[in-house]
């Protein structure tokens, strides 16, 4: 077995020759998370693979929560050097920290921000498709950080965002990656959000803290649900479609294991 | 320096980058960060050095317990000290009225908790060649951060022609007026990736408070904290926000909890419990709790995991803030279930620490 893969990529469907690189294309990808355990180490880690010099795929990053700075330090740690990436073209990162939606301004032709930030990820996604033929991903580092600063509107725009970006990735082939925090909506009585979310993807991760708390070698657990697996043919239904390991992060990547199986 | 010794391997430390930089009341961390003390040494201790630039602090009140004024106190009487400028922010009619409640710090070296006497320094015998780096050890921790003596009033002189900007939140019906203080404030600090000129904080008391016109518009106070997260991000500045979490509906709550990057919250530790009592040492000195949820974690994406996530608060001396982790005084073999109860440094229950 390819010793580059670890428990996440097996789970993602990355042990798979398809013809098309990335078994992700196509499909929306949600990361919950809680307070207590943060799920960004996944989002860098697919930020590293489809940066990945093997591949010529794209992407297009929504930065809510963090600067720039931040993601560059992360990813030269992990061997991605993003500030190349950028000026090959590769990333597109798009600074949303001080995005704001506010009733007074409304802008030309009645659309929301929201709206028009849809029109932006659309303009250049036809940008990229123009020069390449491959695999474009969409990211959104902070669902909920969306959310906030499109209330003041109107809730539902967000809604419909995902909607239109979930279209995107039939209609063009794109990925998209969404990090949410599950425990915002854990107090709700029909949190539709949430659901709606977790209905649109195709893969689930989730990543939780031990039940017996935080420790020093094992961060947390990780339950990646992966939808689409089972339909993919070639023995794709023998696998367990929900699979749960622990994780342990590091500055140069994450170690996944089994419970109990850590060497 | 006299000691540059000829390097005779190729990987040596860059001494240019790793020196100190020029201000007082700065420290490196690690990840191209630098830290500012909190005010309290054994916070400092727990968090790693301090608040990091540009983080955002939160700290969840209990409305039976008043330490996170304490948090706040140390906070900005430390920024004082430094010479940092300060804006505070309250509801209350005379937000400037705080000031006279901020602790001074312990002047003279007997009243300093810790500090070594300096006599006792003379008689142990060290190389002489190493004394010198002693000296600076100290001067060093002296210029970052004080010991607080909560009962002395900070001296006028910290406070007169202090760069200090206090703001009512009473007033405003919306946070508008709050934001653009923050912004004119902040602006004053942009980040530049060479050098840091000055530093900022502020400090943000019972931001959902319920007298407050705005409380009723959750909204509007997530956006007004996601907005004062941006603009930190990109200034030399630290901030920090206490609220009442019981006051928010529990998602709003989550949601402020997810946008900090260092969470802290505060626990009434109930007279005369009995159990309790018996259980951990020292019980009487105690004043309340502080829970340690999330350390910032800026440029990086380790997670810092603490040894214990509970302290104890207790006044030195009835005057120095003092954390401690819980010490559970052994339980005799009979009674065997309060092991259950006790919570005290595996930080494993999640719904606080201690359940009474």
């Keep these: 077995m390819d010793r580059s893969l670890n428990l996440l990529d097996l789970a993602l469907g990355f042990d798979q020759e398809l013809a098309d690189s990335s078994p992700l294309t196509g499909k929306v990808v949600l990361i919950e998370d809680c307070v207590e355990t943060s799920g960004s180490f996944v989002l860098h880690q697919l930020m590293k693979r489809v940066l990945s010099p093997n591949s010529s795929d794209a992407l297009i990053f929504l930065a809510f929560a963090r600067p720039f700075s931040h993601y560059d330090r992360i990813l030269r740690k992990l061997g991605c050097n993003l500030a190349t990436q950028k000026t090959n073209n590769r990333l597109v990162f798009v600074d949303m920290l001080m995005m704001k939606c506010s009733d007074g301004e409304q802008t030309e032709g009645n659309a929301s921000p929201v709206a028009k930030l849809f029109r932006e990820i659309q303009e250049t996604v036809r ?76 893969v689930v991760i989730k990543a939780e803290p031990l039940a017996s708390g935080l420790a020093n070698d094992v961060h947390g657990q990780l339950t990646v649900l992966n939808k689409g697996i089972g339909n993919s043919g070639r023995g794709g239904s023998s696998r367990n479609k929900l699979q749960n390991f622990q994780f342990r992060i590091k500055e140069n990547g994450i170690e996944y294991f089994y419970p109990g199986f850590r060497n | ?21 020029q201000i007082p009341g700065l420290k490196c961390g690690p990840n191209g960060t630098t830290f500012i003390s909190t005010g309290i040494r054994d916070l400092d201790r727990i968090l790693g050095g301090g608040y990091p630039l540009g983080s955002l602090v939160m700290v969840m009140e209990d409305p039976e317990a008043p330490h996170h004024m304490d948090l706040l106190r140390t906070f900005m009487s430390q920024g004082l000290v430094n010479s ?92 508008s007026v709050a934001q653009d203080h923050c912004a004119t404030f902040l602006s004053k600090f942009p980040r530049n990736s060479s050098s ?39 200034s030399n500045a630290v901030a920090i926000v206490t609220f009442p979490p019981s006051m928010l509906s529990p998602s709003s709550s989550k ?26 040492t020292g019980y009487k000195d105690i004043n309340g709790f502080l829970n340690v949820h999330k350390v910032a974690r800026i440029n990086t994406q380790v997670p810092v995991i603490l040894d214990a996530k509970t302290f104890s608060m207790s006044l030195k001396k009835r005057r120095f803030l003092a954390l401690e982790c819980l010490n559970q005084a052994p339980v005799d073999g009979s009674s065997g279930t309060s092991y259950g109860t006790s919570g005290s440094c595996s930080g494993s229950s999640k719904s606080g620490a201690l359940d009474f």
Excluded at chain 2, 255 to 280: C, F, N, V, W, Y
């Design chain 1, 127 to 202: 940008k990229l498709r123009s020069v390449t033929n491959s695999n474009i991903t969409v990211m959104v580092d902070d669902m909920s950080l969306l959310e906030i600063a499109a209330t003041s509107s109107n809730s539902d725009h967000v809604l419909d965002f995902l909607h239109y970006c979930h279209t995107l990735t039939s209609e063009s082939k794109c990925s998209l990656v969404v990090l949410n925090h599950e425990d915002i909506y854990s107090s709700m009585e029909r949190p539709a959000f949430l659901l709606k979310m977790v209905c649109l993807a195709d």
């Design chain 2, 196 to 234: 840091i000129a000055s530093v900022g904080r502020i400090a943000i008391q019972s931001f959902c408070s319920p007298l407050c016109e705005y409380s009723d518009k959750e909204s509007d106070m997530l956006s007004f904290i996601r907005l004062l997260k941006s603009m930190l991000m990109v």
């Design chain 2, 84 to 175: 940092q400028p300060l804006l505070y922010a309250s509801p209350s009619k005379d937000p400037r009225g705080f000031l006279g409640t901020l602790p001074h710090p312990a002047s003279s070296k007997e009243d300093k908790p810790t500090a070594p006497d300096p006599d006792q320094g003379e008689s142990l015998r060290i190389a002489w060649q190493y004394r010198k780096y002693m000296e600076n050890q100290k001067n060093s921790i002296d210029d970052y951060s004080n010991d607080f003596d909560m009962r002395k009033p900070l001296e006028r002189q910290f406070l007169s022609g202090r760069p200090i900007d206090c703001v009512s939140l009473l007033d405003s019906s919306d946070l």
């Design chain 2, 1 to 21: 320096m006299a000691a540059t010794n000829v390097r005779s391997s190729s990987f040596s430390r860059n001494i240019s980058v790793v020196s100190s930089p």
């Design chain 2, 255 to 280: 949601r402020l909890q997810h946008m900090a990057d260092t969470l802290l919250s505060i626990k009434a530790i109930p007279d005369g419990d009995k159990e309790l009592e018996k259980l951990l």
